[in-house]
């Protein structure tokens, strides 16, 4: 049970996934602002402020569930 | 009466172009599930780690495991594809054919599944009756949940192809050999983890195709107008309205087979009795947890329309072409089930796009990972351990168990390439799959609410209702006149007969079990404790305040589905 305790949460991993695809959007977005891909309503820099939602809730949940030492 | 040209404005062959952003986002996702498969095989190391995840995971986890076993790809392809065919209806199967059973899942049937401890639902079965009733239940769900793998194995790999090119057999074998390595690792644990990542890859890799529809059509009324526009005369924006007959709604269906076919039967049966979901709620580390995971997954559940169904709504108002049936297809048309793809290459640009589909692929391979997983526990506890080697130690049944989750999906791409050359057989698959699952909500629920019924009764009682569905299949098949009788209606199409042949398999199934049960002799009640109904005590919630008791949680579930019912009436 010792292992057990010690588990990562899903959470965690969900956090860091989210984070590396927000960075990886966000900055492809802000690079490529002049250059919009050709799909409806391109104009609207989807990738840039779907990027940051990505990297505001990955960052959320890296802080809140990162493993800690124990306490025990 | 329709004015589009039948020519998508994409490229023939192919519908969406990845850039090397989008391919790094899906290698990165292979990466990242084969690293945590590496990371949890420490810690599934007993019987209870490897297949019901130690018994530890907290409400929420369960319950979003709960629903992602069933949020694949497939399950989104095929219902964006519905809700283009038949509108809003396929809402139903979101909202009644899961929501109530959900809700009746926590509140009345967990007690009885998590108290007695079980593995499994065959377990169950062999606790409550016997092992013939355990037996033939745990040989049906082995073999349909490895051939169902194979299908949509095959399925997914046809999309992939239709969608970006990829060569069939680079996806079965990427995909199979990818979750065959993180499940044989982690067992449960790997599969939990990577259904709660999919959750979350699904919801932010689609969410941006209503957002962006909905602001090009100018919202919810303006796409309305646009459907009527485009489709003069038919109604694909109500639930209810055009149920009152088989002629007056797209499904060709009344509103009786969607009540008490879907709703009281095949819903039913599908979120209480099959294995491949019930097992994630039962990894809740108590009974709490476990009455709570599928009331959160309720909640969800009533949400994902907003990703299947308002895109499929979407696309009948804003794509310049139609989408045709799959027996229709031709070169350079597209199918219903490519809606979510077409809408994905409508709005999202390099990195979304890659996101998207990164989506899809964790959706498949997370089912899969499910389908193995609860085959590899089924067999092991149910079938191998009961029938073949019965006192073995708990290592011995934990190798059993990644042996199981390699030869499972060998089996399954086996049937996949099996599928290949009879593509029909996919239609009798998914029957079969149905078959089988009415009949035996009939079994279990009668296993745990009324104590007279016996051994007997729940065996020949789930033998006659799968063969009587079987029956009514192949008169259909053999005879398509016979859907009169069995959907009440010459009208009828082929949802509706799923939907009259799961009701009728089932009451054949209590009939005959509760008449066989009457004429022979029942278990003492004293066996049954923590078994049936009225011989477990149940643990009293009365302590806990309001907003923990699951049944205030119930209770709003219950009323936010009727509200949706009247917002789409």
Redesign the interface.
Known sequence: MGDKRRMIPVWFFVGVLLLIYGVLILADGIIEWNHLPNTVLASLHEPVWWGALLIAIGALFVHLFRPRKSSQ | MMHFALVPAVVAGRIISLSP?DL??IV??FI?VLG?GF??R??AKSGEDFFIA?R?MTAW?AGLSFLSANLGSLELLGWAGAAYQYGILAAHWYWLGAIPAMLFLAIIMMPFYYISKTHSVPGYLQLRFDRATSGLSAVTFAVMTILMSGVNMYAMAVVMKVVLGWNIHFSIWVSSLTVGVYVAMGGLFSA??NE??QF??IW?GAL?IPI?GL??TGGWSGMVARIHKNFPGEDFTHLWRGLGHFTTNPMGIHWTGIIFGLTAVLGMGYWTTDFLVVQRVLAAKDLRSAKMAPIIGAFFKMAVPFIVILPGLLALS?LPYHLVPENAMRPGLHSYNEVLPLML????????LG?GITALVAGFMSGMAGNVSAFATVWTYDIYRVFVRKDAEDSHYVAMGRWCTLIGLVVSIGAAYAVMGFASIMDYVQALFSFFIAPLFGTVILGMLWKRTTGKGAFWGLLAGTLASVGMFLLVKFHPQAISIVALSSHAKAMAEDMYRALWSWLICVGVTVGISLVTKPRPAAELAGLVYGETELPSEGHLPLVKRPIFWAGLAMALLLALQWIFW
Do not use: D, M, Q, W
């Open positions: 952003l790094a986002i990165i996702y990242a945590i990371y949890l420490n810690f130690g530890e986890v939990i983890f709660v990542l979350f890859l932010l941006l962006l602001v090009e804003v290459a409508r709005y999202c640009g390099p990195g979304l996101l």
